[in-house]
């Protein structure tokens, strides 16, 4: 299994790293900041579903809580820190099998001591109330004085921005630390206990000051003689369904006792044990002559996992996961397209709870509709607990016109609706749930249905959809965009479908979609077989964007050009004709997938995170194999590259989401046609061999994939009907079919 290692200390990779280590299991996530103070350190530990507004008039964010890991360490009275002193050696990893972060450090002190400093974290997979930390210090030279500070230290903010009010802090029975604390405006308790065991007795005092209730434990330290500092801590709130009648209050201080008691290697064992599970059942393997694809695509499927809520279905997926606090944690299109195939494909019940967590929210997306003078269902461009929307009225100043530009999304990228239907019907075709589909799904559907019919325009006698944005953002306010108009189209086609299937009678729901479908204008292929974006986007000029895509992800060419001025060129942050063929590829021959991919590529600068993982995936299916892997290799730098500020803020959820979708989608090539299950492989010339799991239609299935054979094991469930390069097969228990490649 791969590990993610940091082997020197850099201020500039700080915050990078704090991203990337990570440690979580869906109900809370603990950034990977240092225990020691640095000042551009951002601290994070955040909880599922806790959100909070700092003021009425602005949105949601994702609270940061108080903090539970930092330490004040003083060695023979001097301050511990890695910017002062001599670094003999360092090591930090993340153990990507079982979920423990590590740091090592030999560390030499400027009056010339000798110490190594052994740092272990985690949060228990199999419990998700509880966050393990422990800390070995061993004094390499002589006998020293140690004094370490820790506890829970509420100063955290949100960029600023306080959220919680200190309720209670209290020390119970002289060790147990307990903070209890409440969201200004959403109400939300929550309950933090902490309590410490040291290997050796020391001196043990407790404090209460500026929002910090802390621990100071002084201890005498022998030469070569390490002293093992233990801390645990658990997390409750006034959300959390397990409870048994208790507060969180009452069952913060049981279930610490109860794991403190345990100790933390005990507690490590249990959680791993869970991990090894889940990568039994989970893991993609890849023998590749790039040991790098093996790495992120490890790391992809290990925070996809850490950052899923699936114990609640209120719950979703945020664009940072909980690793941070970029776009205040809230939860865009990005969950449904690139975070619950995976979820899908694997374990379908969390990709259930995660379409859950919109059907709880229709009530709310049908407000919207109605506000905005529509029928159906209009949800949130950006959503948190209640699901109203989120999205910032105005985006951060533009430092080059010093303006502050409206934030069009929540007005006009309407798409989501459909993405959302469009995951129904995904859902549905893998699991053939008809009790969710008769009740949530199809409710679903009709719902957005009934907002593109009343979405629609007449003009020149036809139905058009005009003044929206797709995914492509720096296109705003256009008409016709063929990513708009086509999944639109399916959406309302599903829900009519499913109508009849399972016999649902509204009449006039039926006859408005029928003439919806029969009139709905769909952008078609030129005479040079591109299919324009929108009504406008293949009349407007054309720059050289070769520098641009250089600097991909920096949204570098909006220091040149204003938003306006980009939304006059043929420039593309990411690519909707692409994205179109990439989620509806059976409506286009392979000669219009190929030239659209060509053409909109050479305008697409991939400023979006989204962006080349969905190219390497239509490129596979088109043949192009060498530009999708390269576009794949791409897809995996943006968090684990070396771009030292990628990810401060958090990670990409969704690009992480689509890395795994590249594997799966584009080079295993698979999909399902006529209920059944296709794969038509396009390994890369660098990987030898892909292996994963795949759940399918209740059957659990491996596959293994060389450029010579297909290989699929049937684990559990009933007989399955696959299609391998265009002959169908039935798995009742191993299939092998050998590849005839030219």
Request: hydrophobic fraction near 40%; glycine fraction near 6%.
């Amino acid at each position: 299994m791969k590990k993610l290692d940091e082997n020197r200390f850099d201020t500039r990779y700080i915050n990078k790293f704090a991203s990337l280590m990570t440690v979580g299991n869906g109900y809370f996530g603990l950034r990977a900041s240092h225990e020691e103070n640095y000042v551009d350190q951002t601290r994070g530990m955040y909880v599922a579903g806790i959100y909070n507004k700092a003021t009425a008039n602005e949105p949601s964010d994702l609270v940061n809580l108080p903090d539970m890991v930092g330490m004040n360490i003083e060695l023979d009275g001097e301050g511990f820190s890695l910017l002062t002193g001599e670094i003999l050696s360092y090591k930090r990893q993340l153990n990507l099998e079982n979920g423990e972060l590590r740091r090592d450090i030999l560390w030499k002190s400027r009056t010339g001591s000798r110490f190594r400093l052994t740092f272990q974290r985690f949060a228990a997979k199999n419990d998700l109330h509880v966050l393990a930390t422990k800390l070995t210090v061993t004094s390499l030279d002589k006998p020293a004085q140690m004094k370490i500070v820790t506890g829970i230290n509420a100063q955290q903010t949100n960029f600023g921005r306080q959220h919680l009010i200190e309720e209670k802090v209290r020390v119970v029975e002289g060790d147990l630390l307990q903070g209890i604390y409440k969201t200004t405006e959403s109400g939300h308790m929550i309950a933090l206990a902490a309590c410490c065991t040291c290997s050796l007795k020391g001196e043990i005092a407790h404090a209460a000051k500026n929002r910090q209730l802390l621990t100071t434990i002084k201890q005498d330290l022998l030469a070569e003689t390490p002293f093992v500092l233990e801390k645990m801590g658990v997390i409750y709130t006034s959300l959390d369904g397990d409870l048994m009648g208790e507060s969180p209050e009452e069952a913060s201080e049981a279930a610490l006792r109860s794991c403190s008691a345990a100790g933390y290697d005990a507690l490590l064992h249990k959680s791993a044990g869970e991990w090894a599970h889940f990568w039994m059942e989970k893991r993609i393997k890849v023998s590749s002559a790039r040991v790098f694809d093996q790495l992120a695509l490890d790391f992809s499927v290990y925070q996809l996992e850490v950052m899923t809520p699936a114990h609640d279905e209120r719950f979703s997926v945020g664009a940072k996961g909980l690793t941070g606090e970029g776009y205040k944690g809230h939860v865009f299109w990005d969950t449904e397209i690139f975070i619950t195939p995976f979820h899908l494909f694997t374990e379908p019940k969390k990709a259930k709870k995660l379409l859950r967590y919109r059907y709880l929210r229709l009530k709310q997306a049908m407000g919207k509709a109605a506000s905005n003078g529509y029928e159906g269902a209009l949800f949130p461009w950006e959503s948190a607990f209640t699901g109203e929307e989120e999205t910032p009225e105005f985006a951060a100043i533009n430092i080059k016109t010093g303006k502050r530009q409206k934030v069009a999304s929540a007005l006009a990228e309407h798409h989501i609706v459909a993405d959302i239907a469009y995951t129904v019907v995904e859902y549905y075709q893998n699991t053939l749930d008809d009790a969710f589909m008769k009740k949530e799904g199809l409710e679903l559907l009709k719902e957005t249905s009934r907002f593109w019919i009343s979405r629609a325009a007449e003009e020149n006698g036809q139905l058009v959809i005009k003044d929206v944005i797709g995914p492509d953002e720096y296109t705003e306010h256009v008409n016709n965009n063929a990513f708009t108009n086509y999944m639109a189209w399916y959406n309302v086609e599903q829900a009519l479908f499913f109508m009849d299937k399972f016999g649902d009678i509204d009449h006039q729901l039926k006859d408005r979609g029928h003439e919806f479908l029969k009139r709905l204008y769909l952008p078609k292929a030129n005479d040079d077989k591109i299919i324009p974006q929108d009504d406008t986007f293949l009349s407007k000029p054309e720059i050289d964007l070769s520098r641009y895509k250089q600097a991909q992800g920096s949204q570098g060419i909006l220091m040149d050009y204003s938003r306006q001025e980009v939304n006059e060129m043929q420039i593309l942050k990411q690519a909707d004709v692409v994205m179109l063929l990439y989620l509806l590829p059976d409506l286009f021959p392979n000669d219009i997938i190929s030239e659209n991919l060509h053409y909109y590529e050479e305008h697409t600068i991939h400023d979006s995170s989204l962006s080349k993982a969905i190219h390497a995936i239509v490129a596979a299916r088109a043949g192009d194999i060498d530009k999708a892997y390269g576009f794949f290799q791409e897809s995996c730098l943006i968090d684990l590259g070396p771009n030292p500020l990628s990810s401060d803020e958090g990670l990409h959820a969704a690009s992480l989401g689509a890395i795994w979708m590249a594997a799966m989608f584009g080079f295993a090539n698979i999909s399902i046609k006529d209920q059944r299950l296709s794969l038509d492989p396009k390994l890369p010339s660098e990987w030898s061999e892909l292996t994963f799991p795949f759940f399918f239609q209740g059957s659990r299935l491996h596959i293994s994939l060389t450029h010579k054979q297909v290989s699929i094991t049937k684990v559990s469930g009933d007989d399955v009907c696959i299609e391998v390069n265009g002959a169908e097969f039935l798995v009742s228990n191993k299939l092998e079919v050998e590849l005839q490649y030219i």
